[in-house]
């Protein structure tokens, strides 16, 4: 159950959203062991509703979620307690600043959700994620152009395409959203 804000980005057809989610879901919990008693970013995390999914069905996993709209992390936090979520930690802040101002999560964490804007993920806030180093990415996109571009570097910097999926979130347009596993 998630209200939002006017200025909170939410998917726009609730129905196919809740088919991307559990894709992602699935991604991220598929090697359960890998998310079970660690911490999990979730980057550009809008009102937090994929970390607080992914919250609700793991063990003992604290979920970080960061995003740059603070009405956004308001929704989250008030969504989470709605909901009776706990292990979350909601941050508004941009991504970039925020990966510089808590080194501490380098080579510490396993997986990390990544669903950016329809520009991607600045050139240089997508090498800090790449120096955390984690084993796995979700990355979620609604441009596959830009996904390609950050898929690219990412790949460079030793990570694979283990699964690819896409979900068609607005039938009869040429829009998808697409939804990558990457390991190292």
Do not use: W
Not at 24 to 36: Q, R, S, T
Not at 60 to 66: A, G, P, Q, R, S
Request: proline share 3%; net charge negative; aromatic share 8%.
């Amino acid at each position: 159950n998630f209200e939002i804000s006017m200025k909170s980005f939410f998917q726009t057809n609730p129905k196919c959203a809740e088919k991307l989610y559990s894709k992602v879901v699935d991604y991220a919990l598929e090697n359960k062991e890998a998310i079970d008693n660690t911490v999990v970013l979730d980057l550009f995390c809008g009102t937090g509703t994929i970390g607080q999914i992914i919250a609700s069905k793991a063990n003992n996993t604290k979920i970080v979620d960061v995003d740059i709209v603070a009405s956004a992390i308001e929704d989250a936090e008030e969504n989470a307690k709605r909901n009776k979520i706990e292990g979350l930690q909601f941050y508004a802040a941009d991504v970039g600043k925020f990966l510089n101002e808590h080194p501490e999560y380098t080579n510490k964490i396993r997986t990390i959700i990544l669903d950016p804007a329809r520009a991607g993920i600045a050139p240089k806030t997508l090498k800090k994620i790449i120096n955390l180093n984690a084993e796995r990415l979700v990355y979620v996109s609604c441009n596959p152009a830009t996904q390609a571009r950050d898929t690219e570097q990412l790949m460079l910097a030793g990570y694979e395409i283990k699964k690819l999926s896409l979900v068609d979130q607005f039938p009869h347009t040429a829009h998808i959203e697409t939804v990558v596993l990457f390991e190292k």
